[in-house]
C-alpha cells in the first residue's frame, strides 16, 4: 500500500512539474524600445499588464534616437515608444512599424532642476547666463527629445548664444538627472515626471510650453515582430483608463 501512495505521489509531482514547464514555456517574451523617461512608469504598467496575461515584457530603454537606430539596424524589438514624432515618423516611412498600430500615446513637460540644498532656489532659464552658473546638462538634441526641446526653448527664449558653452551633453534625460543629483552641474533641463522621480533635485521653474513644440510620445507595433497578436493587445492596453490613471500618476497627461 506505501509503495502506491509513493508512485501516486511521484506521478502527481511529474505532472506538476511538466504542467509548471508547459506554462512557463507557453510564457511569451515581448521586448519594448522606449523612451529613458518612461522606467518608472512602465515599470509599473509592466506588473499590472502581466498579472492578466501569459506575457513577459522586457525593456530597452534609451535616447529615442539611439532606439530608433537599433531597430533601424535589426534589433529585435517588438514595440517602440518614443519621445519624438520625427523619430516615430521615421520608422513609419521605413515601413517598420505596422500601419495601422502606431499612435500618440501621452505627453509631458519640460523643467528646470538643480541639485537640493543648493543656492540657486531662484534658478530660471533667464538667470542660466549668470556667472554663478557654470555647467547645465541637457540631452544630446540630435539623439535625445528631451535635449531637442530644450535647445528650441533656449533659442525662442533668446538664450542660446548665452549659454551654449555651459551645456554638458548627455546620452539621455535620465542621465541629465544623474548629473545634477550628483552635482556634477549647477542645473540641468528634464521632464516634469523625472523630476517626479527624485528626491535630491528641486524643480525651480516649469518652463513655458510656448517656448517649445508640444511634448508628446508615439508608440508603435514593430512590422517585424514574432508576436503579432500580443504586441498589438499591449498596444490596445496602454490606452486602456487603468494604464492611462498610472500614467497620470507618474506625472504625464493624458491626451484627449
Not at 222 to 242: D, G, R, Y
Amino acid at each position: 500500500m506505501r509503495k502506491i501512495t509513493i508512485a501516486i505521489l511521484i506521478l502527481f509531482l511529474v505532472s506538476l512539474l511538466s504542467s509548471c514547464n508547459q506554462e512557463k514555456e507557453e510564457r511569451i517574451q515581448l521586448t519594448i524600445s522606449a523612451a529613458a523617461s518612461m522606467k518608472d512608469v512602465l515599470t509599473e504598467l509592466k506588473q499590472l499588464y502581466e498579472q492578466d496575461h501569459q506575457v513577459e515584457l522586457l525593456f530597452n530603454f534609451g535616447g529615442s534616437g539611439a532606439l530608433k537606430q537599433q531597430i533601424i539596424q535589426g534589433a529585435p524589438v517588438d514595440l517602440f515608444i518614443s519621445a519624438s514624432k520625427d523619430h516615430m515618423d521615421e520608422l513609419v516611412e521605413k515601413q517598420r512599424i505596422l500601419s495601422n498600430y502606431h499612435s500618440p500615446l501621452v505627453g509631458n513637460s519640460l523643467v528646470l532642476i538643480t541639485p537640493k540644498n543648493e543656492n540657486h532656489a531662484e534658478l530660471s532659464l533667464t538667470t542660466l547666463k549668470d556667472q554663478t552658473i557654470e555647467k547645465v546638462a541637457i540631452g544630446i538634441p540630435e539623439m535625445v527629445p528631451a535635449g531637442s526641446y530644450a535647445k528650441e526653448a533656449l533659442h525662442n527664449a533668446q538664450l542660446w548664444n548665452q549659454v551654449k558653452e555651459k551645456l554638458i551633453y548627455t546620452k539621455d534625460v535620465s542621465q541629465v538627472l544623474t548629473y545634477v543629483e550628483t552635482k556634477n552641474v549647477n542645473a540641468g533641463i528634464v521632464y516634469k515626471t523625472d523630476a517626479k522621480t527624485s528626491k535630491k533635485v528641486v524643480v525651480t521653474e516649469n518652463i513655458d510650453s510656448s517656448l517649445h513644440s508640444p511634448i508628446m510620445y508615439y508608440y508603435g507595433v514593430l512590422e517585424n515582430t514574432n508576436n503579432s497578436e500580443k504586441s498589438k493587445s499591449v498596444f490596445e492596453f496602454l490606452q486602456t483608463p487603468a494604464a492611462q490613471q498610472v500614467f497620470e500618476k507618474y506625472g504625464f497627461y493624458v491626451l484627449e
